[in-house]
């Protein structure tokens, strides 16, 4: 499956960012608002990119900046408007 998704992703130009294994970020939308649930599945912590800055963490209810800064087997639901 590896091998078959870099083909995929050098074919449409797309540069992974392998450094970020361990965290699965994903995407939904609704009628009113987009939420991506970001989850950290590793026992270390990780840093990530903030898909959508400015987002509010609905479990915590801040509001996010650019970096996002994740514990071991933290999870996040942002919630932004669309």
């Given at each position: 499956?590896?091998?078959f998704m870099k083909d995929i992703?050098?074919?449409a130009q797309i540069t992974p960012d392998?450094?970020?294994t361990g965290v699965e970020v994903?995407?939904?939308t609704g009628k009113t608002a987009r939420y991506t649930f970001v989850i950290n599945t590793d026992s270390q912590p990780r840093q990530i990119n903030n898909p959508y800055p400015n987002?509010?963490?609905l479990l915590t209810q801040t509001m996010?900046?650019?970096e996002i800064d994740l514990k071991?087997?933290?999870v996040l639901?942002?919630?932004?408007g669309l």
């Open positions: 499956m590896d091998f992703l050098q074919q392998e450094t970020k994903v995407t939904r987002s509010k963490d996010t900046t650019k071991p087997y933290d639901i942002l919630e932004n």
